[in-house]
């Protein structure tokens, strides 16, 4: 972790605030005086503030039910942030770990350890995510084989990964990926010529969103946690 974000999240200052204190020479590492605000450290390391030795808050872990028109985003944009929902401390210092559109719904999780949350979007660990969808047209009886198979996406070379096709109703369906490409769910369906009217996210791997009302949150249990790490 870079030591000005160590400091900012031991205590209460911004991160200008840190490296001004670490401009001034106000920062030790192991007794070291480090200006370098991109130094890394870690919560082994002995980090004093003038002769104050400061303890790192333990990560934390969120999941969120997500409405609709908020953005996954530390930032407001059109819509505002979905961070708002959250009363913690330095919410907006989190991040989300696998977003959704303005106009989708459901399963978030939002953390401040980004080694966890690697292992949910990088592609290469192949995190399987649930989605809901509400089709236009009836499901096709060839579509469930083509994406097992993998579609062309418009603008990409390759095809994308097998996904899990399930069909609730006529145009209803449980949709398994396990890749995050930009609007890959409505792509997909418009790759074989449907359109996504309704989408909703049920489960990030074992974690599954359940009875949690929508707008509302809670930290994920120990068992939950280390299905990620």
């Given at each position: 972790m870079r030591l000005d974000k160590f400091i900012c999240k031991s205590t209460e200052l911004t991160r200008t605030e840190a490296k001004k204190l670490l401009k001034m020479s106000?920062?030790?590492?192991?007794?070291?005086?480090?200006?370098?605000?991109?130094?890394?450290?870690?919560?082994?390391?002995?980090?004093?503030?003038?002769?104050?030795?400061?303890?790192?808050?333990s990560f934390?872990?969120?999941?969120?039910?997500?409405?609709?028109?908020?953005?996954?985003?530390?930032?407001?944009?059109?819509?505002?942030?979905?961070?708002?929902?959250i009363a913690v401390d330095k919410a907006f210092d989190m991040h989300i770990a696998g977003r959704l559109d303005a106009d989708t719904t459901g399963l978030v999780l939002i953390t401040d350890d980004g080694l966890w949350s690697h292992n949910i979007i990088s592609p290469k660990k192949q995190c399987e995510k649930v989605y809901r969808v509400w089709l236009r047209d009836p499901l096709k009886t060839t579509t469930a084989e083509k994406f097992t198979h993998g579609v062309q996406l418009q603008g990409e070379d390759g095809l994308t990964r097998p996904a899990t096709l399930e069909q609730v109703a006529e145009k209803e369906v449980l949709l398994t990926i396990t890749e995050g490409k930009y609007h890959q769910v409505k792509r997909?369906?418009?790759?074989?010529?449907?359109?996504?009217?309704?989408?909703?996210?049920?489960?990030?791997?074992?974690?599954?969103?359940a009875d949690l009302p929508l707008g509302e949150w809670r930290y994920l249990n120990t068992e939950e946690v280390s299905a990620f790490l």
């Open positions: 106000k920062v030790t590492v192991n007794n070291v005086v480090i200006k370098d605000p991109a130094t890394q450290v870690d919560e082994d390391d002995y980090i004093c503030i003038e002769d104050e030795a400061l303890t790192a808050r934390r872990y969120i999941i969120l039910h997500k409405p609709l028109a908020t953005i996954c985003s530390n930032v407001d944009e059109i819509y505002p942030s979905l961070l708002h929902l997909m369906f418009a790759a074989v010529g449907n359109q996504v009217l309704g989408l909703h996210r049920e489960q990030i791997g074992p974690v599954k969103l």
